[in-house]
T-cell receptor, first 114, second 115 residues
Framework: ELKVEQNPLFLSMQEGKNYTIYCNYS?????LYWYRQDPGKSLESLFV?????AVKQEGRLMASLDTKARLSTLHITAAVHDLSATYFC??????????????FGKGTKLSVKP | DSGVTQTPKHLITATGQRVTLRCSPR?????VYWYQQSLDQGLQFLIQ???????AKGNILERFSAQQFPDLHSELNLSSLELGDSALYFC??????????????FGPGTRLTVL
């Protein structure tokens, strides 16, 4: 069974600081997704990582994928309050013969304080 | 706005009742996925339909069922509701099963409260 583990689960940051969220998964996959969720809202797609070594950046967020280590990171640079949300990584275990459903981590609740 | 619509936004009902949640995928998307989000279980995949056919099942209870209609909208039916079924139910859609990647776009969700 594919497992996706995120850490930390809770992260309280000060504005202006940098931090990294980690996403480990238990089996081979080359498709990893990052989503953002604001309280009571839907999931917003942030990044799609499709190959080993993929790196994508949008504003203060940068995501990377290492398929050999089965690890993805979401790096936050100079955090601002607007980044406060819950961040999920999700893996597509297609190589296991699935039909494309995603397996989600438990999410990292980020709180950025002034 | 992802282009995926879900109705209703909120649903309050009693134990033992039956409800239907509705989802319309983005224009052109053939796959529809249902997910349940609860505090204790997190985000869990329930079921997927592709162009009217069931393609994958996850942790979906026997009391739950779904279907996808010819116009590609989907309905999730929840019956004999229990308190523990209270959750946020999301529908997501993606282009096609065989595409090179599987980016899923999520609807706004239906918050179900079972009293």
């Amino acid at each position: 069974e594919l497992k996706v583990e995120q850490n930390p689960l809770f992260l309280s940051m000060q504005e202006g600081k940098n931090y990294t969220i980690y996403c480990n998964y238990s089996t081979t996959s080359d498709r990893l997704y990052w989503y953002r969720q604001d309280p009571g809202k839907s999931l917003e797609s942030l990044f799609v990582l499709l190959s080993n070594g993929a790196v994508k950046q949008e504003g203060r967020l940068m995501a990377s994928l290492d398929t050999k280590a089965r690890l993805s990171t979401l790096h936050i640079t100079a955090a601002v309050h607007d980044l406060s949300a819950t961040y999920f990584c999700a893996v597509d275990p297609r190589r296991l013969g699935s039909q494309g459903n995603l397996i989600f981590g438990k999410g990292t609740k980020l709180s950025v304080k002034p | 706005d992802s282009g995926v619509t879900q109705t209703p936004k909120h649903l309050i009902t009693a134990t033992g009742q039956r409800v239907t949640l509705r989802c319309s995928p983005r224009s052109g998307d053939l796959s529809v996925y249902w997910y349940q989000q609860s505090l204790d279980q997190g985000l869990q995949f329930l079921i997927q339909y592709y162009n009217g056919e069931e393609r994958a099942k996850g942790n979906i209870l026997e009391r739950f069922s779904a279907q996808q209609f010819p116009d590609l909208h989907s309905e999730l039916n929840l019956s004999s509701l229990e308190l523990g079924d209270s959750a946020l139910y999301f529908c997501a859609s993606s282009v096609v099963r065989g595409s090179s990647y599987n980016e899923q776009f999520f609807g706004p969700g239906t918050r179900l409260t079972v009293l």
